[in-house]
T-cell receptor, first 116, second 110 residues
Framework: KAGVTQTPRYLIKTRGQQVTLSCSPISGHRSVSWYQQTPGQGLQFLFEYFSETQRNKGNFPGRFSGRQFSNSRSEMNVSTLELGDSALYLC???????????????FGQGTRLTVV | KQEVTQIPAALSVPEGENLVLNCSFTDSAIYNLQWFRQDPGKGLTSLLLIQSSQREQTSGRLNASLDKSSGRSTLYIAASQPGDSATYLCAVGDTGKLIFGQGTTLQVKP
């Protein structure tokens, strides 16, 4: 069974640009969550999608957005990039999401975004 | 607001030693607790998932316990090996998200 796939693995962008990251969950999983990991703040929750609907959102500015497609694949978009957006962005896949028991989360390898 | 703390932040032990990593959380209303391993620059690998109704889970040399009433979880690693060197993260399952601790970076010396 294939794991969670994130593309691309590495990105270098300039301040002010926008970027789109992609996540393909494990087959049969309907919940996709996104996290930002930085040395200073650790892992912080961005948002969660379930059956194409955003169910939960973390405390990030509106420049961070996402969507989920009918095949459960998800994309995350960051507009007007800032230096502080440099981070490892991780996607997690689970069958039902955190509101149902026995929902183990599986993570992808992440996308390393560097903003210069 | 749920807060998750992991102590110690870093740990160095000789190979073969048994060790315990600690995780504490402030709100006992959790769905589950999950332990992860992260190698440098990589994603997270799930180690163990404990449901809120469970007390412990075991996988190979790993054993994780959960005490919701005291807001604590421990990850016990038996007979540590250099390959166990990594950062270990605990995360509590909240409504629709995981809340992570800052992690414990473990170094096992040959």
């Amino acid at each position: 069974k294939a794991g969670v796939t994130q593309t691309p693995r590495y990105l270098i962008k300039t301040r002010g640009q926008q970027v789109t990251l992609s996540c393909s969950p494990i087959s049969g999983h309907r919940s996709v969550s996104w996290y930002q990991q930085t040395p200073g703040q650790g892992l912080q929750f961005l948002f969660e999608y379930f059956s194409e609907t955003q169910r939960n959102k973390g405390n990030f500015p509106g420049r961070f957005s996402g969507r989920q497609f009918s095949n459960s694949r998800s994309e995350m978009n960051v507009s007007t990039l800032e230096l502080g957006d440099s981070a490892l962005y991780l996607c997690a896949s689970s069958q039902f999401g955190g509101q149902v028991g026995n929902t183990e989360a599986f993570f992808g390898q992440g996308t390393r975004l560097t903003v210069v | 607001k749920q807060e998750v703390t992991q102590i110690p932040a870093a740990l160095s032990v000789p190979e073969g030693e048994n060790l315990v990593l600690n995780c504490s959380f402030t709100d006992s209303a959790i769905y589950n607790l999950q332990w992860f391993r992260q190698d440098p620059g990589k994603g997270l690998t799930s180690l163990l998932l404990i449901q809120s109704s469970q007390r412990e889970q075991t996988s190979g040399r790993l054993n994780a316990s959960l005490d919701k009433s005291s807001g604590r979880s421990t990850l016990y690693i038996a007979a540590s090996q250099p390959g166990d060197s990594a950062t270990y993260l605990c995360a509590v399952g909240d409504t629709g998200k995981l809340i992570f601790g800052q992690g414990t970076t473990l170094q096992v010396k040959p």
